[in-house]
């Protein structure tokens, strides 16, 4: 009954040792996956905003140069 208890004793705590390995690895998982998914995010967000950029950059210099062209065909005309 003694060794039976002391195997029992001795099973319970490599079962909780295992089981502490197990969250370990799960919670180091967890923090691997918000990492990449942040970085998904933050890359997404960057390139919309230097598209954003471009076309703002675009549309400014077509306005800019239709106002000069119209500016100047007044003065000539």
Do not use: D, N, P, Y
Not at 50 to 75: K, N, P
Request: proline share 0%; charged share 25%.
């Amino acid at each position: 009954m003694r060794q039976s208890l002391a195997q029992f004793e001795a099973a319970f705590r490599e079962e909780a040792a295992e089981s502490v390995q197990r969250r370990e690895k799960l919670r180091h998982q967890a923090v691997h996956r918000s990492r990449a998914r942040r970085f998904e995010r933050v890359q997404k967000a960057g390139t919309i905003r230097f598209i954003g950029l471009c076309l703002a950059i675009l549309a400014t210099t077509v306005i800019v140069t239709l106002v000069m062209f119209q500016a100047l065909a007044m003065l000539a005309g």
